[in-house]
């Protein structure tokens, strides 16, 4: 097996399968000046000062000094420029290439005609204040199975109760960081994989219950309290388990039936990438991607700072030219808010993206978009907005990924695809969240968090369609009720995590 994976023969630099050695062979007559760490690039031929540096055949960067062939190739030597981009609005969409009997899985049909993919009773919060409360009700309800402690024995087709706490609610502006919070809030409330909701308060907070309740229309399956009207702790807590009691027979008298794949939301998310996740994973992804975009479902790409310098590919996906100005213009949003306070998106990759051998953003952004596969770019909406088209969606969402899956689970998800090539641990309760490691010893380290390989992919094992419809296999079984491993961790409350856009006061 060749060292060095070639993305494209247009490349300047190839990438390490493994940590190679000085003088290790990388192409014609070029041997590797020093050791390159698995994952990094080295460079294919020289690479004069200003140049650009070319990966997937795109500019990820730009030479900051003169690079010799076989150079090891990173922060040391490559930086960020501006180049120009065309943006060719829809030039590259196509019709959608529906596949004629579509996939199946076993999901929860909800009374209204939607579906979910798990059966919660969820516990929300509208303030910080209220945070303990909320958990205190949902601990008088959590397994542990060790222990023999088993609440909700009698009930086998509830998933468990769940308290969603968050850090704000109060001490904050009533423009869009309220509106925000309220959209994030009233999407969870609105989840088909919870079957009842009660929303707990303080009384006094910004974020009045009775607000977000008018303000969104929500009245089915939820009721609200509040822990000065209930007279204390201890009161609002005998409240909140007397809910819970009184809607579990209801919540577990249901059953999961055969529908189609067409009401697959998905969730595309990465996290703790390295420089294999655009080789493997993310690839692979973007397979299962487009199987269900051709299955009639719908997949949510957020993290717009990881998309960065590469939406000129998206908008050229773009079925109307508003749809790709829609996502240009996020991006200039971006820039300006970046810029207010003092910062950089360059910022986003993190130490551990770039001990995996990321350098810049634009790097990070063109392997992360491989998530999304190839099908047409439907839609593009705000955070924690209802996804209502089928297809490829873009929501607008900061990188960092709690507060990324928050939004797009507030959006509607019902199962969640996080790529992964440093490790990294996540669940995102109600969706349950499937874990996909980009290279074979992070999934050997880590087996009981990763549920599926994509090493193979760099070993030559698998190819990357086999590796995505293997992806997609595994989404059906997980839409149909198989746990995942962040599940059987009971990942998923904590990690709840609404964008705290505004100013705290």
Known sequence: MHPVIRLHTDDNVVIARTALLADTPIADGVGTSVRIPAGHKTAARPIAQGEPVRRYNQVIGFATTAIAPGDHVHVHNMGMGDFAKDYAYGRDAKPTDYV????????????????????????L???NCSAHVAGLVADAFKRHPLLGIEPLADYPHVDGVVALTHKTGCGMAEGEPLQLLRR?????????NFSHIVVLGLGCEVNQISGMLKEHNLTDRIRNMDIQAMGGTRKTVEAGMDFVREVLADANHVHRE????????????????????????????????????????????????ETYGAEHLFTRRAVSREVGEKLVSLMSWWEDYTRKHGAEINA?????NKAGGLTTILEKSLGAMAKAGSTNLVDVIQYAEAVTAKGFVF??????????????????ANVVCFTTGRGSVFGCKPAPSIKIATNTPLYRRMEEDMDVNCGTILE?????????????????????GERTKSELFDFGSAEFAPWPLGVTV
């Open 395 to 412: 929501m607008d969402t900061p990188g960092f990924d709690p507060v990324a899956a928050t939004g797009q689970v507030a959006g509607g």
């Open 125 to 127: 919060t509208s303030v």
């Open 460 to 480: 030559g094992e698998e190819t990357v369609p086999e590796s995505g419809q293997r992806i997609f296999d595994l989404i059906l079984r997980v839409a149909s």
């Open 184 to 192: 994030t809030l009233a999407g969870y409330a609105r989840h088909p």
């Open 348 to 352: 986003n990759p993190s130490p551990g």
């Open 258 to 305: 055969t529908v189609p794949a067409s009401e697959l939301k998905i969730a595309l998310q990465c996290g703790g990438s390295d420089g294999y996740s655009g080789v493997s994973a993310n690839p692979a992804l973007g397979v299962a991607s487009d199987l269900v975009v051709r299955n009639g479902g719908t997949v949510i790409l957020s993290e717009t700072t």
């Open 100 to 123: 004629e009997v579509p996939a199946t899985f076993e999901g929860i049909r909800r009374p209204d005609g939607r579906v979910a993919t798990r059966n919660y009773i969820g516990i």
